[in-house]
C-alpha cells in the first residue's frame, strides 16, 4: 500500500474502507482533517509505533473504526511515562511531539526526531540520566510547505459548526455558503468533518459542474453515491434496517429514487416501474418522495447509534 508521492489530497471514506492499518493512521489519513497528506503523516505512524513499543499498548485502542478516526482527531492519549514509569520524561515528549495532531507541531523530518533520541542516549551513557531539553530544537524541513489552515474564517466555521450541533439535537436546517469561485467555500464546508465524525455522522457532497449542465441532478447523484457507498460498508444487519425504513416509507415508488441515483437500488434491491405521468405531475412526484427520502436518510439506522443522529449534509 506504500508509494513515494510528494503529497497527496485524501478523501473522506468509511472507516472500514480507509487505506492501512486504522490503529496506527495519522489524523489527515482519516480524510476527516480538511488537509492534504504529505510525508509527516509517516512520522505520527512512527509515533505510534513508538508509544507501543514503550508501554505495550496503542494510544487509542477500539474496534469501533468511527471511534478510532475520533481519537486520531481530537483525543490526547495519556503520555507513555505515565503508563510505563521506567520511560524517561524526555523519550515521552518526543514521542508526544510525534503524535501532534497538526503535521506542523510535529518533528519535520525523520532526521530531527533522530537527533533528539541520540541526544538522549548520549546524555544516558555519560551521566546515567537524561535532562530535560527542547525536542525538536534541532529540527529542520528540506521541503518549502505552506501550512494548510484557514485564516479568516473564524466566524464561518463557528456559524457552521452551531448549526451542526443544532441538528445532531433534532432540528433541521440549511446552511447558504456563497462566494467568488476559488476563494475556498469547499475548504470552510470541510471543517465540519471532525465534529461529524464525533456524532457518529455522514458527510456527503455534490457539485454543480459547468460541463454536466446537460445532466439532470447531476449534484444530487454525486452526494448520494457518496451515501450509498458509505452504507454499504456496513454490516448485513444494518442494510436490512436501513431497507426496511426505506421501502416503510417509498412503499413501490422507489424506482423514482433509483432513477435519479442508481445505486440506491443496491440498498433496497430492484422496484417496479411507476405509472407515467405528465411533466409537471411527475416532478410532483419526485419532489415528494425525494423529500421522503431525505427524512429517511436522517434516521439513525440501528439502536447502537440512537444517541446521535447521522445528518446527511450536501454541499451544493
Request: aromatic share 8%.
Amino acid at each position: 500500500m506504500a508509494t513515494r508521492l510528494s503529497r497527496e489530497v485524501h478523501q473522506n471514506s468509511n472507516g472500514t474502507v480507509l487505506e492501512g492499518t486504522l490503529a496506527y493512521i495519522s489524523p489527515e489519513q482519516t480524510g476527516r482533517m480538511n488537509r492534504d497528506l504529505d510525508y509527516r503523516t509517516d512520522l505520527y505512524s512512527l509515533g505510534i509505533t513508538f508509544y507501543e513499543m514503550l508501554t505495550g499498548v496503542l494510544p487509542f485502542n477500539s474496534t469501533d473504526p468511527l471511534e478510532l478516526i475520533h481519537s486520531h482527531i481530537a483525543v490526547t492519549p495519556v503520555l507513555p511515562h505515565q503508563l510505563n514509569s521506567e520511560v524517561p520524561q524526555m523519550v515521552s515528549s518526543i514521542v508526544m511531539k510525534l503524535l501532534a495532531k497538526n503535521a506542523e507541531d510535529r518533528y519535520q523530518s525523520a532526521f530531527g526526531a533522530k537527533a533528539d533520541l541520540e541526544n538522549c542516549l548520549t546524555q544516558l551513557q555519560n551521566t546515567g540520566k537524561i535532562e530535560n531539553f527542547l525536542p525538536g530544537i534541532l529540527d529542520k524541513s528540506g521541503q518549502f510547505l505552506i501550512r494548510q489552515k484557514l485564516y479568516g474564517r473564524t466566524q464561518e466555521v463557528a456559524d457552521l459548526m452551531a448549526s451542526f450541533d443544532r441538528v445532531s439535537f433534532g432540528k433541521t436546517e440549511m446552511v447558504l455558503v456563497s462566494g467568488y469561485s476559488g476563494i475556498g467555500k469547499t475548504s470552510v464546508v470541510s471543517e465540519i468533518h471532525k465534529p461529524i465524525v464525533r456524532q457518529r455522522g455522514y458527510f456527503i457532497a455534490g457539485k454543480f459542474d459547468q460541463f454536466k449542465r446537460d445532466i439532470p441532478y447531476a449534484a444530487i447523484t454525486q452526494a448520494f453515491d457518496s451515501l450509498i457507498q458509505q452504507l454499504l460498508t456496513k454490516s448485513s444487519e444494518e442494510l436490512a434496517i436501513w431497507k426496511q425504513k426505506l421501502l416503510s416509507k417509498l412503499g413501490t415508488n422507489g424506482e423514482i429514487i433509483i432513477d435519479v441515483v442508481p445505486s440506491f437500488e443496491l440498498i433496497i434491491g430492484s422496484q417496479p416501474a411507476v405509472p407515467q405521468l405528465g411533466s409537471t405531475e411527475s416532478q410532483n412526484r419526485f419532489n415528494r418522495f425525494f423529500k421522503e427520502f431525505l427524512v429517511i436518510a436522517q434516521l439513525p439506522p440501528s439502536p447502537e447509534t440512537a444517541s446521535s443522529s447521522p445528518v446527511s449534509d450536501c454541499e451544493f
